[in-house]
């Protein structure tokens, strides 16, 4: 009995530990675990370690974090520049079209009413905006000031031809059996003087801030003082010719290539090309000439009174010119200002390179662009065009503007949208290939504050938000794309 009892004792004795071991990780047999890897751990960790020299240079890698940071620095450099603003600034490129996209319908809602027509007219030729003038509730509906921002005045006006953009008008775009006769030309010619004459006349005044002239090769940006901070009147000419150049100088025209950088500061760059045209048939007489393997091309060449070996003289020579390099690149911009403006004018009047001698445009003059009225100036609308597109599965409203978009219509439009699409807009914009240069000038005249520059205008019929940014130095950068959000203009 007893030896039961001893043996029950020792089995719940045995079961007691087991319990123990689970429960509780700090048993007497646990501690001596862990006391054991401690102890091995420390001593481990306490052994010494055997000292071992660098092998890498603390120069080198110095450099070679510099040289991670400058192409960090260049790759930053390289990307799109995106501004942001609650005023958008002015863009001095000529658009072709506009696109705007937004989740809310625009104001007009597809087609425009009568009463929106009409006020959008009066609005914009009697020059009356909201917010500036007692008589500005006439038109102020959000769709009368849509019509609004989308009229121009031009000239000429021919229905059958169409006069912007000038330099896309091939012969296989028009209608070759109306040209215009040499009688038709004249007539032509002597109203078109007198419209330009007009807006010249009207820009000096400070009644027309700016207006444009579009050439079947260049284009030229006429804008009165103040403009762009620039103290005197001036003009922006582009894209320009080796040719065009000369007869400027011929005519004693001063002007200078802002976009154009020249190696040599004290020396312009028509004045190096001269020197190199001049010494460019020595140089040609040392090399040895091209030999045809056939000679009846040269005898053909020769019974016209040419050589092979002149033509191919004179194709080296023009692809060496660095002035011929720069034809009809933005680099070929030209600017006049002051009073060389007016000789500038004169020359205009009376050249042959305003418009073309061949083709369905032959005899055409330039087409004239003002936001203002002008002498022999027509009012025509841009044309509008309204659908839905879906972006991620959402459906969108936008809203088409093809036509001559001038800088205060684009920026009109833009200022009357934030207000009209709660939720914001994005517009994808395509400039006139010769203009895109002219938002890029910075000359070097002496600026004066828009402030002073503004207070000219005041009579010009602009709005004072456009006229404001207008006078100030401009942004660089021509814009291709704008986005609205939350009150924030983002532009590239």
Request: glycine residues 4%.
């Amino acid at each position: 009995m007893n030896l039961q009892i001893v043996d029950y004792r020792n089995e719940s004795k045995r079961k007691r530990d087991v319990e123990n071991l689970d429960e509780d990780s700090n048993s007497l047999l646990w501690k001596q675990v862990n006391r054991t890897s401690d102890d091995s751990f420390t001593k481990m960790k306490n052994l010494p370690s055997p000292i071992v020299p660098s092998m890498l240079d603390e120069s080198a890698l110095s450099a070679f974090s510099d040289t991670v940071s400058a192409n960090l620095k260049s790759e930053k450099e390289k990307l799109p520049a995106v501004s942001q603003s609650k005023i958008l600034p002015v863009d001095w490129s000529l658009k072709i079209k506009i696109r705007f996209i937004s989740s809310v319908p625009f104001p007009n809602k597809g087609s425009f009413r009568t009463f929106e027509e009409v006020n959008g007219t009066i609005g914009f030729v009697r020059c009356l905006h909201s917010g500036e003038t007692d008589k500005s509730d006439v038109h102020s509906s959000h769709g009368a000031k849509v019509f609004q921002h989308c009229l121009v005045w031009m000239h000429p006006y021919l229905p059958w031809l169409n006069l912007f953009p000038r330099h896309d008008n091939h012969l296989g775009k028009q209608n070759s059996t109306t040209l215009i006769t040499p009688p038709m030309q004249e007539a032509l010619h002597s109203k078109w003087c007198d419209s330009f004459r007009s807006l010249y006349q009207l820009v000096r005044l400070y009644q027309c801030p700016y207006f444009y002239m579009c050439t079947p090769t260049f284009t030229v940006l006429f804008r009165s003082a103040g403009a762009a901070s620039i103290p005197v009147i001036h003009a922006l000419i582009s894209p320009t010719t080796k040719g065009f150049r000369k007869a400027l100088r011929d005519e004693g025209i001063t002007f200078t290539m802002p976009l154009c950088q020249s190696k040599d500061s004290d020396l312009s760059l028509e004045d190096a090309d001269e020197d190199l045209a001049y010494s460019a048939p020595a140089e040609d007489k040392d090399k040895p000439q091209d030999v045809a393997e056939d000679d009846e091309p040269e005898l053909w060449l020769e019974s016209l009174g040419l050589s092979q070996d002149s033509l191919l003289s004179s194709k080296r020579k023009r692809r060496n010119d660095p002035a011929y390099q720069i034809d009809h690149k933005p680099e070929s911009l030209v600017y006049v200002e002051d009073s060389e403006t007016q000789a500038f004018i004169n020359f205009l009047l009376n050249s042959h390179f305003c418009t073309s001698k061949i083709g369905p445009m032959a005899g055409v003059p330039p087409t004239l662009l003002a936001p203002t009225a002008f002498l022999g100036g027509t009012l025509q609308s841009l044309q509008i065009r309204h659908g839905k597109v879906k972006q991620g599965g959402e459906e969108l409203h936008s809203m088409e503007i093809s036509g001559p978009l001038l800088p205060n219509a684009v920026h009109s439009l833009c200022s009357l949208f934030s207000s009209t699409q709660e939720g914001g807009f994005s517009a994808v914009l395509t400039s006139y290939t010769p203009t895109t240069p002219f938002s890029m000038v910075s000359p070097l005249s002496p600026m004066i504050p828009s402030i002073f520059a503004k207070n000219n205008m005041t009579d010009c019929g602009l709005p004072q938000p456009f006229l404001q940014e207008m006078c100030s130095k401009t942004d660089n950068m021509p814009l291709n794309t704008i986005t609205l959000d939350r009150g924030f203009f983002t532009w590239n």
